[in-house]
């Protein structure tokens, strides 16, 4: 079965400094790999996906992710990071259910908090 | 988030109590989810419709009983339920079922309390 790990629960950085939560995965085959962001109170809203292609993944709200195949990592990055950053991310790999349809695995999430 | 919509957004039962959760698209997606989000757990995928029919009950206890009249519409009812089933219940829709590509997109939940 397909896998990610976000090793980190909890990432705070000031306002203005670089965003970066990270994701690793495990995957028998090519990966097709998905950030998802989730707002206090609120469902969880598509950032990005890796399918195919360019190994640098531009999604919305100026964040990027960058696939990297030699070290199994699909990390999550944005310049200078703002306030209403604060979030839980979430990173995510599709896998083949038990019934055979394309299904989502989820990682445990990682809490981002921007100070002012 | 006007595209999934789920109702009621917070729910308190006792747990003989028999409540149900609302989920409707309005995307025109032909699959529908039911995901249970616990603290400190990942996401656990429950049910998956594709064109009102099911395609997957994940070792669900009877006492979720999932139903799709339509695929716009998902439902997701509730009986007998134990404190740890304390959670947000999400929904989510997609285009389609079988392609690897496809973009799953999330209601705003429900913050279910068993008491």
């Known amino acids: 079965a397909q896998s990610v790990a976000q090793p980190e629960d909890q990432v705070n950085v000031a306002e203005g400094n670089p965003l970066t939560v990270k994701c690793t995965y495990s995957v028998s085959g090519n990966p097709y790999l998905f950030w998802y962001v989730q707002y206090p109170n609120r469902g969880l809203q598509f950032l990005l996906k890796y399918i195919t292609g360019d190994n640098l993944v531009k999604g919305s709200y100026g964040f990027e992710a960058e696939f990297n195949k030699s070290q199994t990592s699909f990390h999550l990055k944005k310049p200078s990071a703002l306030v209403s950053d604060s979030a839980l991310y979430f990173c995510a790999v599709r896998d083949i259910g038990n019934t055979g349809f394309q299904k989502l695995v989820f990682g445990t999430g990682t809490r981002f908090l921007v100070s002012p | 988030e006007t595209g999934v919509t789920q109702t009621p957004r917070h729910l308190v039962m006792g747990m003989t109590n028999k409540k149900s959760l609302k989920c409707e698209q309005h995307l025109g997606h032909n699959a529908m989810y039911w995901y249970k989000q616990s603290a400190k757990k990942p996401l656990e995928l429950m049910f998956v419709y594709s064109l009102e029919e099911r395609v997957e009950n994940n070792s669900v206890p009877s006492r979720f009983s999932p139903e799709c009249p339509n695929s716009s519409h998902l439902f997701l009812h509730l009986h007998t339920l134990q404190p740890e089933d304390s959670a947000l219940y999400l929904c989510?829709?997609?285009?389609?079922?079988?392609?690897?590509?496809?973009?799953?997109?999330f209601g705003p939940g429900t913050r279910l309390l068993v008491l």
């Open positions: 989510a829709s997609s285009q389609e079922l079988g392609r690897a590509r496809e973009t799953q997109y």
